[in-house]
């Protein structure tokens, strides 16, 4: 089974509580107050690891939970902060809160969010003493961590994607172009789940095409398989699509398209390339009338013989060329994160969110008026000139 989605719920670890303690020494009556800080909880982090292909290490409603922060002890001890958890997820993978608003975006190969910040710790007597109160007799308890239920969606990351009608030949068509080896058989629906495959060119340069299970009429109503696997095209800047030219080939356009369409978020305007399949049989090469402003290039080929497939791969590098390499993840201010961080900030208890994001900053939920809401910016990170959305307006951090 391919697992594109999961569900679970996170719990950063609590901090410490500080510690209440004084000096205790022969022949010093009174010593002063020692107790030492809590230590942090731990944080829950998920990361992109290229070895991973779906999100099927999750079980439904799963709880990970971040390590408790140690308590300070006396003469000055700090105490342990507490375990991170180290959640691996598929590069690709997307991270929504349970209003279902986008948090974070693992498009890139090590990427890091932090999905649940650890509470602080409690800090120790020994911090609150003054000149005026030399023996304070309290001493504060660690905080809370963050908690929240999230849903994970992997949306494969792919230069192109193959769509087409069952049978047309799209795995055959990926085995024949890339290193993968997905499965071909004569009956339809034979690939069930997402194949990607990494297609070279002579000078070393690199594209992912994905195998998408084939599409039919109604799929983006849940006909057949495909509904489920139309996500994983949205993230393709090419689609590639396959047709069985001993088929009818204009219908098999036609529903095709009329499909992408149905399922909206762009698909239907994406730059496509038609590969005409199976020509060998056919005496002669078909004739193809399809005007499409869509429609970058056609070719013919088949998978049997390998007609045709050297042009079609140096077509792909031509359509769609390797993109640039991925920027190195920034060690900002919080060290974390491709486009969006999560920022949840204590929610629970503040009823709303400061989320960051790839302009700036955004406020969810019944944010605080004025000077309340500014601090809290700034701590989040936000500077003068930061743009800032709250509800449909976009402010300037002054
Ligand atoms: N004659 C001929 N047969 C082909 C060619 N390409 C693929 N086939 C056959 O067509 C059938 C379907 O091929 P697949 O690659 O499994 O098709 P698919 O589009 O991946 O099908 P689904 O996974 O079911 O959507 C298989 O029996 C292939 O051997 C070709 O160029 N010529
Ligand atoms: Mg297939």
Redesign the pocket.
């Known amino acids: 089974m391919f697992h594109d989605r999961a569900r679970i719920h996170i719990v950063a670890g609590r901090g410490g509580n500080g510690a209440l303690s004084f000096r205790r020494e022969k022949f010093v009556p009174k010593g002063g107050p020692d107790g030492g800080d809590g230590g942090r909880g731990g944080d829950v982090l998920l990361i992109a690891d290229p070895d991973l292909r779906d999100l099927s290490r999750f079980r439904p409603n799963q709880w990970f939970k971040g390590g408790r922060g140690g308590h300070g002890g006396g003469s000055n001890k700090h105490g342990a902060d507490g375990d991170e958890v180290e959640l691996t997820v598929p590069v690709g993978t997307q991270v929504f809160d349970e209003e279902g608003q986008l948090i974070a975006d693992l498009a890139r190969a090590g990427a890091r969010v932090l999905a649940a910040r650890g509470g602080e710790g409690g800090r120790g007597n020994k911090r609150f003493a003054t000149p005026t109160r030399q023996a304070p007799r309290y001493a504060e308890t660690g905080l809370p961590g963050d908690e929240s239920t999230i849903e994970l969606r992997l949306k494969l990351l792919a230069d192109a994607a193959l769509v087409?009608?069952?049978?047309?030949?799209?795995?055959?068509?990926l085995r024949r172009i890339s290193n993968a080896k997905?499965?071909?058989?004569?009956?339809?629906?034979?690939?069930l789940a997402p194949v990607l495959g990494t297609v070279e060119a002579p000078d070393g340069r690199q594209i992912t095409v994905a195998?998408v299970?084939?599409l039919i009429e109604g799929a983006s109503e849940g006909v057949g398989l495909g509904h489920e696997f139309l996500a994983h095209l949205e993230r393709a800047r090419l689609l590639v699509h396959?047709i069985?030219v001993s088929g009818e080939v204009e219908e098999a356009f036609r529903t095709i398209n009329a499909e992408l369409e149905q399922y909206g978020a762009g698909l239907d305007e994406r730059p496509q390339a038609i590969v005409l399949?199976?020509?060998?049989?056919l005496p002669e090469a078909p004739e193809l009338t399809i005007e499409d402003e869509r429609v970058r290039r056609v070719f013919q080929?088949?998978?049997?013989?390998g007609a045709g497939i050297e042009d079609l791969r140096r077509g792909l590098f031509e359509l769609c060329p390797p993109e640039p390499p991925a920027l190195a993840v920034e060690e900002g201010a919080e060290g974390l994160a491709e486009f969006l961080v999560y920022r949840p900030q204590s929610s629970g208890a503040r009823g709303y969110r400061i989320l960051r994001t790839d302009r700036g900053f955004r406020v969810t939920g019944t944010p605080p008026e004025g000077d309340e809401l500014e601090r809290a910016l700034r701590d989040a990170g936000a500077r003068k000139g930061s743009e800032v959305e709250v509800g449909d307006e976009t402010l300037v951090l002054e």
Do not use: Q
């Open positions: 087409g009608l069952p049978n047309a030949g799209k795995s055959s068509l997905p499965k071909v058989a004569e009956y339809p629906f034979t690939t195998d299970p084939g396959v069985d399949n199976k020509i060998d049989l080929v088949s998978c049997a013989t």
